[in-house]
């Protein structure tokens, strides 16, 4: 995550939930234009209900790690287990993802506790090492568990600065170990005027339900899409298509404007795709995180995105692309709890009433005013 965001993110987590909100109704109008993307007729059987939260506690040697950063959730079905990454580009510990617990209880409560953690290693078995001359470790964004093979995908943002690397779709196994890396598009690799922004790469990923098929999302648009969005405008990132190893489509996926104008010109207030998790049939929960560093104000929002009849722009630009449809299910502001960072979703098991759970994690950017949160949702209509 970028350093500007991050301070935002800090601050606003010092902030009280009910100044946040005054400061929102006092905003000029213009400050918050509509998206103009087009609903799915689908999100009227949909709905998102916050059920409740806790946090995982701060610690600074967890099976000797520090425990923070964490970006990206999914659960493992057939083991009932959820595989949590952190983005700590191995600066604190060796790049690394964690195993949790979480339950649900009858009345909303929520409890989670981290089960034990391990590195992702290089081809040659080896963690990776920090940063150093010529060298970028890898930046760990999101996770998703193969319900097929039970392998564990991975992104990585890359890096674009004196040292360039590509974003990335990795393999390991559920022990850590490498198995594979997977191509991607032209589109996102890095190039003069072209390619992502640092630390707006490869943000998300998802399996659909039955395994067949792999989605990777920007988290913002790449530089020959545009500028990122500001309050007047949105904008479109790309959310990639990989059937087996291969990427085999790609959509525009349309960001709303931020919620609010910052103060003074600010390159670090922007909105973000920071994670998906695909409900099959071409249908996606997607969290839109904002924030703007000068209001200490973050926004978080999930929608239902749609695939369906979007242009396929694996090959092209987005220009006179049909983006995804999407259609606002749950603004985090609108809940009874205070919600911080929000990076990861996934589906969790079916709750007793015959609703489907929806999990969040939070990353706390390693910072003591920010908390690491576990959050769960019921999601009804799917």
Not at 78 to 89: A, K
Not at 119 to 140: E, F, K, Q, T, W
Not at 286 to 307: G, M, N
Not at 314 to 324: E, I, N, Q, T
Request: a neutral charge; hydrophobic letters at 35%; one cysteine or more.
């Amino acid at each position: 995550m970028r350093a500007g965001l991050a301070a935002a993110l800090a601050l606003a987590g010092l902030l009280a939930t009910a100044a946040c909100r005054s400061d929102a109704d006092r905003a000029d109008p213009d400050d918050r234009a509509p998206s103009a993307a087009p609903s799915t007729p689908a999100a009227a059987r949909l709905e998102l209900e916050y059920l409740g939260s806790t946090t995982i506690p701060r610690s600074s040697d967890f099976q000797g790690t520090a425990v923070g950063g964490l970006s990206g959730i999914s659960f493992d079905r057939e083991h009932d287990r959820y595989y949590v990454i952190s983005d700590d580009r191995s600066e604190r510990s060796p790049a690394r993802f964690y195993t949790a617990a979480i339950t649900i209880g009858p009345t909303g409560s929520v409890r989670a506790r981290l089960t034990g953690t391990k590195p992702l290693l290089r081809r040659d078995g080896s963690v990776y090492p920090p940063l150093s001359y010529g060298y970028a470790p890898p930046d760990p964004e999101g996770i998703a568990v193969d319900p097929r093979s039970g392998n564990l995908y991975w992104v990585d943002e890359g890096e674009r600065s004196d040292v360039l690397a590509n974003p990335a779709v990795r393999v390991a196994t559920p022990g850590g170990a490498r198995v594979r890396e997977l191509p991607i598009p032209k589109s996102l690799r890095i190039a003069p005027g072209r390619g992502p922004r640092r630390n707006q790469a490869l943000e998300g990923v998802t399996f659909t339900p039955d395994g067949r098929q792999l989605y990777v999302a920007m988290e913002d648009p790449l530089l020959q899409d545009g500028p990122n969005p500001t309050a007047r405008a949105g904008a479109l990132t790309r959310v990639t298509r990989y059937t087996g190893d291969a990427p085999d489509a790609q959509y525009a996926y349309p960001l709303e404007p931020l919620f609010l104008a910052p103060r003074e010109a600010d390159r670090s207030a922007t909105n973000g795709l920071s994670d998906l998790v695909a409900l099959g049939g071409g249908r996606f929960l997607t969290i839109e995180r904002a924030a703007v560093p000068d209001r200490f104000r973050i926004k978080v929002r999930i929608y239902l995105a749609d695939a369906n009849g979007a242009t396929n722009v694996l090959s092209r630009s987005l220009g006179g692309a049909v983006p995804m449809r999407k259609t606002l299910l749950l603004d985090l502001d609108d809940t009874r709890g205070h919600v911080d960072n929000v990076e990861g979703v996934t589906l969790g098991p079916d709750l007793p009433d015959g609703r489907k759970s929806v999990v969040l994690v939070t990353d706390d950017n390693f910072n003591w005013i920010q908390q690491t949160q576990v959050i769960a949702l019921a999601l009804s209509g799917a």
